[in-house]
């Protein structure tokens, strides 16, 4: 999780930084966002989509090894074997 913090401070600039904060990392919803920052709806929005596609293409070009897929970072899906039950 540092390392995601750590590249997306780099990437970002101030006002970024602080919505990433906000929604992603804390899960603030988008009213409480706005509210916060005092954005409008449509420029939070705006501001999210380009959040995504700036940490989407850092996280995919970062050297030596990308953060990206978040499921390979993370050792992958732990898959359980269920037994059939017996009558």
Request: hydrophobic content about 40%; some cysteine.
């Amino acid at each position: 999780m540092a390392d995601f913090c750590l590249v997306s401070r780099r990437a970002l600039d101030e006002e970024e930084n602080r919505i990433f904060r906000f929604h992603f990392l804390l899960g603030a919803d988008w009213k409480l966002c706005c509210r916060r920052l005092h954005m409008d709806r449509g420029n939070f929005f705006h501001a999210v989509y380009r959040i995504e596609q700036k940490l989407g293409r850092t996280f995919a070009e970062l050297e030596p090894y990308p953060l990206y897929p978040l499921r390979d970072y993370f050792s992958g899906v732990i898959r359980r074997q269920v037994l059939p039950l017996s009558a």
